[in-house]
């Protein structure tokens, strides 16, 4: 194993002890689960402690790519595409690529939340020119050995043009300034492995560290199962990561979209202090069919769909993608520390 990724393994362990030494005290302080990559940069630089973790930095080369440098758009409607019709999900009509493209694939004939891709998303919310990419380089490590692994990760980083499950990075939605991460249905369900949980925690701390307020889209299948326990352990390390955000006084919008289950559903995807939903979207924790099998009885109608967790309470508002830029515009104008005109 490389020295880098040894260093990396050395940090799960320190995670798991720091994880299970926080579920033995008391739940929801004295966690250090800090992002191994802050962690790793702290080892190599002396500095590095707090000095510049406070106050307005405008400078943000340090944690973030250059405007415009991501990638060219790899997702499920290529601009230079052949494809000419997409079939619509629910309704199975098929639209022309080109009008779905408009649609943010939205289907123009029943209205349904098609599948959008992580950069799709991105490009839709921001300002023209504005994303830049969080650097958060995490090298990949195959904890169980698991058959074809690297050869999925690899071959899913070419077909989409992502990294890993999750798109993070600064970007502008009307001009406000706002870290936003993305996850990619396209990449594995979404599925919360090492490098996702890491990443996102990476985000909350250089959101803090620049003032930023967060807005998270989640969609997932859950904790990664090729990676074992080690999945699981980034629910508790994303919460921390959550909890410190909020107690330094961080915004944190989450925008939940169809599917958010499993780990990430129970851990960063409900802990927002805004909690908005695009319409239909399945949030759960467990399937309604392992519910079913397991209690016994027939489900309401419309479980765990973003309408019936509006009406209980679990989301705030139902936001159409279409509306979704304005409203999160209209939510960061009004926490914005600025004297209001009166
Ligand atoms: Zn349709």
């Avoid at 996702?196 to 904790?223: C, N, R, W």
């Avoid at 326990?229 to 939940?256: D, H, N, P």
């Amino acid at each position: 194993m490389r020295d880098k990724e040894q260093l990396y393994v050395n940090h799960w362990y320190e995670d798991l002890y720091n994880c299970f030494s926080h579920f033995l005290q008391k739940i929801g302080s004295g966690v250090k689960t800090m992002s191994i990559f802050n962690r790793t940069k702290a080892e190599q630089s002396e500095d590095s402690a707090g000095s510049k973790h406070s106050g307005h930095i405008s400078d943000y080369s340090e944690d973030f790519e250059t405007a415009g440098k991501d990638n060219k758009d790899k997702s499920e409607i290529p601009e230079d595409s052949v494809v000419e019709t997409i079939t619509c999900s629910a309704c199975k009509k098929e639209i022309p690529a080109e009008q779905m493209r408009k649609c943010l694939c939205v289907c123009p004939e029943c209205g349904a939340h098609n599948k959008i891709s992580a950069k799709r998303r991105m490009h839709s919310l921001v300002d023209p020119g504005t994303f830049r990419k969080l650097k958060c380089p995490v090298p990949f490590v195959d904890p169980l050995a698991y058959p074809d692994y690297k050869d999925k990760i690899e071959g899913l980083q070419d077909k989409t043009g992502l990294d890993e499950a999750v798109l993070l990075g600064m970007g502008e939605i009307e001009g406000h300034k706002a870290m936003i991460g993305v996850m990619g249905s396209e990449f594995l369900m979404a599925s919360m492995g090492i490098a996702v949980g890491e990443k996102i925690t990476h985000a909350f701390e250089i959101a803090d560290k620049y003032k930023l307020p967060f807005i998270m889209f989640t969609a997932s299948g859950g904790a990664r199962m090729q990676e074992g326990i080690l999945s699981l352990m980034q629910m508790a390390k994303t919460s921390a990561a959550a909890q410190r955000f909020g107690e330094r006084g961080g915004l944190y919008v989450v925008a939940l979209t169809h599917p958010t289950t499993g780990g990430v559903s129970a851990s960063f995807a409900m802990l927002g202090d805004i909690t908005i939903a695009e319409p239909d979207a399945l949030i759960g924790f467990a399937g309604p069919r392992v519910i079913e099998q397991t209690i016994g009885q027939k489900l309401p109608a419309g479980f765990q769909r973003a309408e019936f967790q509006e009406e209980h309470g679990f989301v705030d508002q139902i936001v159409p993608r279409a509306e979704m830029r304005e409203v999160l515009s209209q939510i960061l104008r009004l926490h914005e520390k600025r004297r209001w005109p009166l």
